[in-house]
């Protein structure tokens, strides 16, 4: 397994010691997996990317051990809180095997969904990494080089847990602009198995999707919208579909599968769409999908979202069900302002196209807006065009996507009538 990892050094034998300051003490205590560089007082010794940190409190009793990154703001990613550990295959397996069972519910036995996210970082005590199975295709996606150093554990720890028979490295932005941390590792590297030949096919609630796990956004697919898009499917029958930043085509497939009259998918990225053609063509033996392909009732529309909304606005089409599921708009705290106004903008504009009585479903991905706020935003840009929204339901994250502390809550989505 993983020849590529064969030059890599494993962690410093000696762990580094951190006294940290009076409130992140605190936050350590209370589980927060982040101890920020600005909150570090005295280090023992400088080190590398992946070597273990111990944070000790102003009695040097122990708080917690993590992975340390002499680059990143987060300077260290705490693996276990309050008791010492070893930190070995052992204990990666022991961390995988408990997201399994967590996710067990999921139906993966009926084999109806063999897409589901295994490993989501902080949320499931594995800080900076994450695991999303495409079937027997894993992607193993990282946002610090600190786990590098110890891939050779978690690769065994990986596989005696589910069936791995390609794994796929994928690598943070942040995380690319530092070579000299990764040892050779790129982005899209094959860790195990051959080189994949084309896109990899995996079932969603009984539907087929293809993904690209070398080159597509994220890990390949956004498994965290699964429940919704379900949920779209039961909204369907006999609709007129907008379903704008659909990616591949996920909620405009459910929408067809559901019974929609039509379905139009508008994206930027015109791969993407391809994709979401592709996928509609692969879901043939559902008739309802069927039907949308024969009548040639799947328009894409390789656009910005913005402008094609107004457009379709200005040609007078209206839809009956309109989903906007946009990219996280605010990465940082000085953006929420404009993440605000464009989630306003994204409502003012889905309503100029929703017929009334109409169904909006409009989706957040940005952990900086609360869900408070995010709904707020919506509901007060709707009621500025006088369709004041009645609500059907707020949604959050699937069991796949766990909540471990404050800042992993990032999903919410609004399920609403308009006037
Ligand atoms: C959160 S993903 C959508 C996931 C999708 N709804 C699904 O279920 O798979 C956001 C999408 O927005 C697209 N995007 C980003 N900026 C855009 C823009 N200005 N206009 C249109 N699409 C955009 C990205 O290409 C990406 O596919």
Redesign the pocket.
């Known amino acids: 397994m993983g020849s590529l990892l064969s030059g890599i050094p494993g962690p410093a034998e000696q762990r580094i010691g951190l006294r940290v300051t009076p409130a992140a003490e605190r936050a350590i205590r209370g589980g927060h997996p982040w101890v920020f560089e600005r909150a570090v007082r005295q280090q023992s010794r400088d080190g590398r990317a992946g070597d273990l940190a111990v944070i000790f409190d102003r009695r040097r009793s122990f708080l917690a051990v993590g992975l340390y990154d002499p680059h990143a703001p987060i300077r260290v990613r705490v693996l276990q809180h309050g008791e010492p550990a070893a930190i070995n295959q052992g204990w990666f397996q022991a961390r995988m095997a408990a997201a399994a069972r967590l996710r067990a519910p999921l139906g993966k036995a009926t084999g109806d969904t063999t897409g589901y996210r295994l490993v989501h970082g902080e949320n499931d005590g594995l800080p900076g990494l994450v695991v999303d199975c495409y079937d027997r295709t894993l992607v193993l996606k990282l946002y610090t080089p600190a786990w590098i150093p110890h891939l050779r554990d978690v690769l065994p720890a990986l596989a005696d847990v589910v069936p791995v028979e390609c794994l796929v490295l994928r690598l943070g932005r942040a995380m690319q602009e530092q070579p000299q941390s990764l040892y050779g590792l790129s982005d899209g590297a094959i860790l195990v198995g051959p080189p994949l030949g084309g896109p990899v096919v995996f079932r969603e609630n009984g539907l087929r999707f293809e993904v690209d796990p070398v080159h597509g956004?994220k890990t390949g697919?956004?498994l965290d919208?699964r429940e919704?898009?379900a949920r779209v499917r039961g909204l369907a029958s006999g609709a007129a579909v907008l379903?704008?930043?659909?990616?591949?085509?996920?909620?405009s497939l459910y929408a067809a599968g559901g019974g929609a009259r039509s379905v139009v998918s508008?994206?930027?990225?015109r791969p993407?769409l391809e994709a979401a053609l592709r996928n509609f063509e692969r879901n043939q033996d559902d008739p309802s999908v069927a039907r949308v392909v024969r009548d040639r009732a799947h328009e894409v529309l390789a656009?910005?979202?913005?402008?094609?909304l107004a457009r379709l606005g200005r040609d007078r089409r209206s839809f009956d069900l309109v989903?906007v599921?946009?990219?996280?708009f605010a990465k940082k705290r000085a953006e929420v302002e404009g993440a605000l106004s464009a989630y306003g903008r994204l409502t003012h504009l889905a309503l100029g196209v929703l017929r009334p009585g109409g169904i909006l479903v409009q989706?957040s991905?940005s952990s900086r807006v609360d869900a408070e706020t995010f709904f707020t935003a919506v509901h007060r840009a709707a009621a500025a065009v006088g369709r004041p929204l009645r609500e059907i339901e707020r949604t959050g994250h699937p069991i796949d996507h766990p909540i471990g502390f404050k800042e992993g809550a990032y999903l919410k989505c609004l399920f609403a009538t308009a006037p």
């Open positions: 956004q697919f956004f919208q919704n898009r379903d704008v930043f659909s990616y591949t085509g996920g909620f508008v994206d930027v990225s993407a656009e910005d979202a913005f402008e094609a989903i599921d946009p990219p996280a989706a991905c």
